[in-house]
């Protein structure tokens, strides 16, 4: 890992160290008008996910059901670019949220200029909402609520859950609490539709526990301080 991350750095150190290059000014309207039925995706789990392979299965009939309608590209760096023949076939694919493979997530969005390396970075979800007294259960609680976790859409607060569009380079959020009107507190706790793989130890989307770097530096510094006593006790004796 050590390795790994000092590569890292040189490279970046390089990079930096590079001339910048102009590049020059050119009418790219005519890409800019075909790129506005094409969606833009990342996937988080980089070890797990192959995007050939993702490009290769997701139009298929019983997935997306745009076969032949649909041309993938592998945009590097994790990403990949869908472009549609028809406006339809893009909208029922972005009505499929969330987004899947090999029950990993990753982000779907609708082509934008953009520059940077956080696009697409969102994932919509379902999430229901445990713990609030039923006769709070109203649109503008869920919402107020939905708030705590990202930008709020739909709301069915008689099914007590809402829509919420979050950052998924962000850790998920799974409760809080929260005052009601009358003055007392009660703990919240989420649950996200549709939600199969996922940290259970740093709640990051983009790996599991046994696979958490936040987990090895607790699991470190443990055996560390366990080593430390033992030392100690032995000087004692």
């Known amino acids: 890992m ?5 590569s890292s ?8 160290e590079d001339e910048v290059v102009i590049l020059p000014d050119v009418d790219n309207s005519e890409l800019i008008a075909r790129y ?3 969606l833009v995706g990342k996937i988080f789990n980089k070890e797990r996910h192959n995007v ?9 009939h019983n997935i997306w059901d745009v076969e032949g309608r649909a041309r993938g590209v592998d945009l590097g760096n994790h990403r990949f670019q869908f472009d549609f023949d028809l406006e339809a076939d893009l909208l029922k694919v972005l009505c499929k949220c969330p987004f899947h493979f090999n029950k990993w997530l990753f982000a779907l969005e609708r082509w934008a200029l953009h ?4 696009f697409p970075n969102t994932i919509t979800f379902w999430v229901c909402a445990t713990g609030i007294p039923t006769h709070y259960w109203m ?20 099914a007590a859950k809402f829509q919420v569009e979050i950052n998924g380079d962000q850790p998920l959020k799974f409760s809080l609490r929260a005052q009601i009107p009358s003055g007392e507190i009660v703990p919240v706790s989420f649950e996200y539709v549709n939600l199969f793989r996922w940290c ?3 709640h990051l989307i983009s790996h ?21 006593r033992v030392v100690s006790l032995g000087r004692k004796a």
């Open 2 to 6: 050590s390795q790994i991350l000092e």
């Open 9 to 16: 750095e040189k490279n970046k150190q390089l990079i930096e």
């Open 36 to 38: 506005n039925l094409s």
């Open 52 to 60: 050939e392979a993702l490009i290769a299965l997701l139009p298929r």
């Open 115 to 118: 520059v940077g390396e956080s």
């Open 139 to 158: 649109d503008p609680i869920f919402r107020t609520l939905g708030k705590r976790l990202g930008l709020v859409g739909k709301i069915d607060a008689k």
């Open 200 to 202: 259970h130890n740093c």
């Open 208 to 228: 599991e526990a046994e696979n958490c770097q936040k987990k090895e530096n607790k699991d470190c510094w443990l055996k560390k301080q366990v080593g430390s």
